[in-house]
């Protein structure tokens, strides 16, 4: 692992202060871009509309004020500076939101019916509601039947629906594609979960590199209106860099998530538990290097994104650009979201 850098440096570099994760832990600054915009009304507005669609679909039932507070809504406002249309931000935010719902009601938490022993079927199954399976007769009836039954695939289906209206094929098939990949690493995930085991720090970041922000980061040229070619986006080097961005943005939820994850009534894991149990350090120092890691990786993406820019399409400068900005989001938002708050999340509101 590489060692704590000596903190952030340049323009763009957050100034982010020492904070508390709970339990005495302290997150150091990280190298990561400020957000490009902060606009408290329109995130608000999100909100209220997400929450809207989740009291439709049925997802986090009794939770929704929580749900409200949490703020997805709000960050896909920070992450998606390019417009303020509010139905086009709906798109990320419903399959945003949709992505935390399976992993919230099949994965982490049992208060919302997480029951380890189920978590792979159910994963498969939401796997075939991605990707639109399309059983023969008389088997489709039992398949359409479960989705109707259940809430978090409810919200899958409809979050893809909605992308697929705004979205090309070309844009929908690779959506489709890095979504089924993060359901194949929650599942995984599911596995160390079921055997209470801490994997190797190689293999949980294996496991983080699909069990990740990659489909957030899969459709922001979606959202701006635009679409990378399918040849710009199978090149390695552009697959190489889309993979460290969105390793670094989930390095940033695993830091800010590391009381909470600790606190977990069923299990759950991030890299510093992962460091700390495989190098026998204490948790803070688990969480200096996890830092370092990340820190590491937003300067590797730099590297490479101004390498892709210099020749690239003006597509892909744009999407580079793109997911720059998303990662100053997903940093601020995670900075201010009371999901992470080392207090106790705000009681359940009635259903
Ligand atoms: C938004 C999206 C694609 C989510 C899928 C997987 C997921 C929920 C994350 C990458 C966030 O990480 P984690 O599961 O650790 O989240 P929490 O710390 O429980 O918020």
Redo the contacts with the bound molecule.
């Keep these: 692992m590489p060692r704590l850098p000596g903190g952030p440096t340049g323009l763009g570099t957050s100034a982010a202060h020492l904070r508390p994760a709970g339990d005495g832990i302290v997150i150091p600054p990280l190298h990561c871009p400020r957000p490009l915009r902060d606009d408290r009304g329109l995130g608000d507005e999100l909100d209220e509309r997400l929450v809207e669609w989740a009291g439709q679909v049925g997802i986090y039932p009794g939770r929704l004020d929580e749900l409200r507070a949490t703020g997805f809504g709000r960050l896909v406002m920070l992450c998606h500076p390019g417009t303020d249309q509010v139905e086009r931000l709906l798109i990320p935010a419903r399959c945003?939101l949709a992505?935390?719902a399976v992993?919230?009601h099949y994965c982490?938490d049992p208060g919302l019916g997480a029951v380890p022993e189920l978590t792979g079927s159910r994963l498969g199954i939401t796997a075939a509601t991605v990707d639109r399976v399309r059983l023969p007769d008389p088997f489709a009836a039992g398949f359409e039947q479960a989705v109707r039954d259940d809430p978090a695939l409810r919200a899958v289906r409809s979050a893809v629906e909605h992308l697929a209206r705004l979205a090309t094929p070309v844009q929908t098939a690779r959506a489709r594609h890095i979504y089924t990949a993060?359901l194949t690493a929650?599942g995984q995930e599911a596995s160390w979960r079921a055997a209470s085991r801490t994997p190797p720090v190689w293999e949980y970041l294996i496991n983080r590199q699909a069990?990740?922000?990659?489909?957030?980061l899969a459709v922001i040229d979606v959202v701006g209106g635009y679409e990378l070619a399918p040849q710009v986006w199978a090149d390695h080097r552009v697959q190489h860099a889309f993979a460290t961005a969105a390793l670094a943005a989930?390095l940033v939820?695993?830091l800010y998530?590391v009381a909470?994850?600790g606190r977990s009534a069923i299990g759950?894991f991030?890299l510093a538990l992962a460091v700390a149990a495989e190098d026998g350090c204490t948790l803070q120092e688990a969480v200096d290097r996890s830092a370092a890691l990340h820190d590491d990786l937003m300067r590797r993406f730099e590297t490479q994104a101004a390498e892709l820019s210099l020749t690239g399409p003006p597509e892909l400068c744009r999407f580079l650009a793109g997911i720059t900005a998303w990662c100053g989001g997903n940093h601020a938002w995670h900075q201010g979201s009371p999901?992470?708050a080392s207090r106790p999340t705000p009681a359940r509101s009635p259903a």
């Design positions: 945003t992505a935390w992993d919230d982490d993060l929650l069990n990740s922000f990659q489909p957030c989930s939820n695993d998530s909470r994850e759950d991030n999901r992470y």
